[in-house]
């Protein structure tokens, strides 16, 4: 959530920092509630003070002999409540005033960073680096193909069983998935990182604090009568983990590490990567998320980078770094860059990962801070996938595919799947 101090007293760059992102947004009736609200508080501070005063000069008349029943003693008591019932309206002023100005900052983006490329959409992403040799050749298939020559995963009877873009693993393929996720939950724990394992169901003051609500809400799925909704990501309830807490800053930066399935509707996607295992409705991940102290929040933005990238290189996949323009960032995001694995199949890279430092945009929604002395402040949140793991599986089949029609495996992977390749049964 936006600094609602930044839109009262600085509405020009809120507005000109939202065009960078193609929002054409008009603050000047935001900025009104906010001045408002100021107002209202600064008239209620005053009217407090001003009761006080009266208590503490009946507390000194009665000690200088004044009797309760007096009538400077009545007089200055009636116009005690006169007081406290003003503030009482204007508290209920300011009820009412808070909960308009929170629904309207919900609905803003973040900020884009100061760093963060200029550009519309994707198009004008910038590419940082690249990582191994893509693999090229004729007659190379794509992950589903190969998949259904080994019987990896079943879809047909998964939509029998839910409806389509769901898959169900088979054998090899549900023991590929499982030695996946065993392997970058240990080498990110072997990094120091703190492995937890979430709730799947989250509330909506989670999605709210993590910025899935309330835009994303047609994104996912909800329990029709419990306020209840499937996690789309482990990046909700590990924000969560310290909503409406102060994080001592002996403990910073806080480093998790969470396998979650995610479960997401794809709104606005169809007939987008309708075969295989890159969109679907429910899909694994291991999920990367840093608690930091807004100083150091830059450096670890490229440290939980290079930490998701040390997943794709261990695995032997191809890569490349791309940095997301203004115009392309995620609603939380102040700067992200884009993990893009080489499939040789498709013969293209694809997303596999997104790291992002949200700086203080997750922590004021969800009112997570540090204390240094006796001053509080916001803390920086930082996320990034380590990685989606439907998405590496689909990268290792096209890439480990062989001429004998087996897929051979990257060494890291073979003492968790118990074999050095995948073979036709």
Request: with cysteine.
């Given at each position: 959530m936006l600094d609602q101090r930044l839109i009262r007293e600085n509405p020009s760059l809120v507005a000109d920092s939202l065009a960078r992102r193609g929002l054409n947004v008009d603050l000047s009736t935001l900025q009104k509630i906010s001045s408002h609200q100021k107002d209202l508080e600064v008239e209620r501070s005053n009217l407090q003070a001003k009761g006080n005063?009266?208590?503490?000069?009946?507390?000194?008349?009665?000690?200088?002999?004044?009797?309760?029943?007096?009538?400077?003693?009545?007089?200055?008591?009636?116009?005690?409540?006169?007081?406290?019932?003003?503030?009482?309206?204007?508290?209920?002023?300011?009820?009412?005033?808070?909960?308009?100005?929170?629904?309207?900052?919900?609905?803003?983006?973040?900020?884009?960073?100061i760093e963060c490329p200029d550009g519309k959409d994707e198009k004008d992403n910038k590419e940082i680096r690249r990582w191994g040799i893509p693999k090229r050749g004729k007659d190379l298939q794509n992950h589903w193909e190969i998949a259904e020559r080994l019987d990896l995963f079943e879809t047909e009877r998964s939509a029998k069983i839910a409806q389509s873009r769901f898959v169900t693993l088979i054998n090899q393929g549900a023991r590929l998935e499982r030695a996946l996720i065993n392997f970058m939950l240990d080498l990110h724990s072997s990094k120091g990182y703190k492995e937890v394992l979430p709730p799947v169901l989250v509330n909506s003051a989670s999605l709210t604090g993590s910025g899935q609500l309330p835009k994303f809400a047609e994104e996912s799925f909800r329990c029709a009568d419990d306020d209840l909704w499937l996690t789309p990501t482990a990046e909700v309830?590990?924000?969560?983990?310290?909503?409406?807490?102060?994080?001592?800053?002996?403990?910073?930066?806080?480093?998790?590490?969470?396998?979650?399935?995610?479960?997401?509707?794809?709104?606005?996607?169809?007939?987008?990567?309708?075969?295989?295992?890159?969109?679907?409705?429910?899909?694994?991940?291991?999920?990367?998320?840093?608690?930091?102290?807004?100083?150091?929040?830059?450096?670890?933005?490229?440290?939980?980078?290079?930490?998701?990238?040390?997943?794709?290189?261990?695995?032997?996949?191809?890569?490349?770094?791309?940095?997301?323009?203004?115009?392309?960032?995620?609603?939380?995001?102040?700067?992200?860059?884009?993990?893009?694995?080489?499939?040789?199949?498709?013969?293209?890279?694809?997303?596999?990962?997104?790291?992002?430092?949200?700086?203080?945009?997750?922590?004021?929604?969800?009112?997570?801070?540090?204390?240094?002395?006796?001053?509080?402040?916001?803390?920086?949140?930082?996320?990034?996938?380590?990685?989606?793991?439907?998405?590496?599986?689909?990268?290792?089949?096209?890439?480990?595919?062989?001429?004998?029609?087996?897929?051979?495996?990257?060494?890291?992977?073979?003492?968790?799947?118990?074999?050095?390749?995948?073979?036709?049964e």
């Open positions: 005063n009266i208590g503490k000069e009946v507390g000194q008349r009665l000690k200088n002999g004044a009797t309760p029943s007096s009538k400077e003693i009545a007089d200055l008591r009636l116009l005690g409540n006169e007081v406290k019932q003003k503030v009482s309206l204007i508290e209920e002023k300011e009820k009412a005033i808070s909960k308009t100005l929170k629904e309207e900052l919900l609905k803003l983006p973040n900020l884009p960073s309830p590990v924000t969560s983990l310290h909503r409406e807490e102060i994080i001592p800053m002996k403990d910073l930066p806080l480093k998790y590490v969470a396998y979650s399935p995610c479960f997401r509707r794809e709104a606005g996607s169809y007939g987008r990567d309708t075969r295989g295992l890159i969109r679907l409705h429910q899909f694994n991940k291991v999920e990367l998320y840093w608690f930091v102290h807004p100083e150091e929040s830059k450096a670890a933005h490229l440290e939980i980078t290079k930490d998701a990238e040390a997943v794709l290189q261990e695995l032997e996949l191809p890569y490349r770094v791309i940095e997301l323009c203004a115009g392309d960032l995620g609603f939380s995001a102040c700067r992200t860059f884009d993990l893009e694995v080489w499939l040789p199949g498709a013969k293209a890279f694809r997303e596999i990962s997104s790291c992002s430092n949200c700086e203080a945009f997750q922590a004021r929604r969800s009112s997570i801070r540090t204390k240094q002395e006796k001053a509080t402040q916001l803390l920086h949140t930082l996320n990034g996938s380590g990685l989606a793991v439907g998405r590496t599986m689909a990268a290792i089949l096209e890439n480990g595919q062989q001429s004998d029609g087996s897929v051979s495996l990257p060494q890291c992977l073979i003492p968790y799947f118990g074999d050095t390749q995948l073979s036709p």
